[in-house]
């Protein structure tokens, strides 16, 4: 195998792992924020409806954390064997953030495992609720952290580079590079917009399915809310994250959005096919672009035409911005229309076709978190390490990496399956009517 094979399956094999493994570690993010507020909700209504959705999300939880588990470590791994050369340079300036992450892991699950365990060995519900703040704080911190390594590797700064070895490292001043609030503060409302709207679908798909339970209408409620503070979140963060890329990789925003010459007033393309560098059945919205970039509706925008065409990032990535984007703002309305439907009871809202449209609102929501990892990752290229080293130069040499990405993508298709029958066994054998009625019985035996 050829050095430029080796590259070719490193990446493969990179991006396979963390597409499989965003779906877990996403979920891994935003559901302990949600099981949290379903059940402080219980707590303050006093609504046994509301604990058993923190009971029963908590159990899925706990699943996917597993796997979550064996793709994280999968990554860590292949870091060393797939990209050795970029550890032997930055390996000391994010061995701290990769320290941080594994400890907020394990405060998490210590955490967790006390939770789960002590369900009913409280009487002051309240205090079993503290036990998921650590929860919680140690999921998102996970995500924080390790998001921090993506952010260095787009915005290096921390050192000095003296012969090609990076020396005088400050490891915080890494990772507080400039990168790192954008991407941090959306990694962690599309999280927890995305688990939202996952929750969602099983809800309204249960409703679909002849449940007429009022506990499915609390969870679609509840959820389509926190989707909708989320979704605006994101929207506004996407504004933040537009202007940073301006800024600090302008050859990045230049190609999302095939902005090939620079000029004032820049409008924005959405869609299109490109015909010899012509854009095409684009649709184009006036100023838009200099508006993102820099507030501006008259700002100069970078194009690519300031770039070499060595370092100028592949052009597909217009349409994963284009997809990302389109899924947000869909999302947005179908949420925001929802949930001003049940405040104002419109009838349509309840209708089969529309929690149709919010059953398909999960899986899109998780495939907008693909292309949005997809955008980041591909739209550094050819950089690694931006700016000092490519990706060419950081991949192993040996022959063996095609049989990896082949025993890698085997375990990740089995856990997928044997996650998806684990939950789904799970959850049809212990159904919401079947545990709200063992503990009316429960109730009953302790009354008497």
Do not use: C
């Amino acid at each position: 195998m050829g050095n430029e094979e080796s590259v070719f399956f490193s990446r493969v094999l990179t991006e396979l792992t963390l597409s499989f493994h965003i779906i877990y570690a996403t979920i891994g993010v935003g559901i302990p924020l949600m099981i949290m507020i379903a059940q402080w909700l219980g707590i303050k209504k006093q609504d046994e409806h509301y604990i058993l959705m923190a009971r029963r999300w908590t159990r899925g939880f706990v699943i996917t954390v597993a796997v979550g588990v064996v793709t994280g470590t999968a990554i860590g791994l292949q870091l060393s064997l797939l990209w050795p050369n970029f550890m032997e340079l930055a390996g000391n300036v994010i061995a701290l953030p990769l320290f941080m992450e594994t400890f907020a892991f394990f405060f998490e699950a210590i955490f967790l495992g006390i939770y789960l365990y002590t369900w009913d060995r409280f009487e002051n519900q309240k205090k079993h609720l503290l036990l998921l703040i650590p929860v919680a704080i140690g999921a998102s911190f996970s995500a924080v952290f390790i998001t921090i390594v993506n952010a260095f590797m787009n915005a290096p700064q921390g050192f000095d580079l003296v012969n090609e070895q990076l020396v005088n490292i400050n490891p915080v001043l890494a990772m507080f590079n400039p990168a790192m609030p954008t991407k941090v503060a959306h990694v962690l409302s599309t999280a927890y917009m995305t688990s939202a709207f996952i929750l969602g679908s099983i809800g309204a798909y249960r409703i679909l399915k002849g449940s007429n339970h009022i506990y499915h209408k609390k969870a679609l409620f509840l959820t389509m809310k926190i989707g909708l503070i989320f979704s605006i979140a994101t929207a506004v963060i996407g504004d933040f994250s537009g202007k940073y890329l301006a800024e600090y990789q302008p050859e990045k925003l230049a190609a999302a959005e095939w902005h090939f010459e620079t000029h004032e007033g820049a409008p924005l393309m959405l869609y299109g096919v490109l015909d010899d560098g012509e854009v095409k059945y684009a649709i184009k919205i006036p100023y838009a672009l200099s508006i993102l970039a820099h507030s501006n509706p008259n700002a100069e925008v970078i194009g690519l035409d300031q770039f070499p065409e060595e370092d100028i990032p592949p052009l597909y990535i217009h349409y994963l911005f284009d997809g990302m984007v389109t899924i947000g703002m869909w999302m947005t309305l179908v949420s925001l229309v929802y949930v001003v439907g049940v405040w104002l009871k419109w009838s349509f809202v309840k209708t089969r076709l529309y929690h149709w449209l919010i059953v398909f609102g999960g899986p899109l929501s998780m495939i907008a978190i693909e292309l949005g990892w997809w955008f980041a990752e591909v739209g550094r290229q050819p950089w690694i390490l931006r700016g000092i080293m490519r990706t060419e130069e950081a991949a192993t040499t040996s022959g063996q990496v095609d049989t990896m990405l082949l025993l890698f993508a085997g375990l990740y298709l089995i856990l997928a399956i044997g996650s998806i029958v684990v939950l789904t066994r799970m959850y049809r054998k212990n159904t919401v009517e079947q545990e709200l009625a063992d503990r009316d019985l429960e109730k009953e035996g302790e009354l008497r």
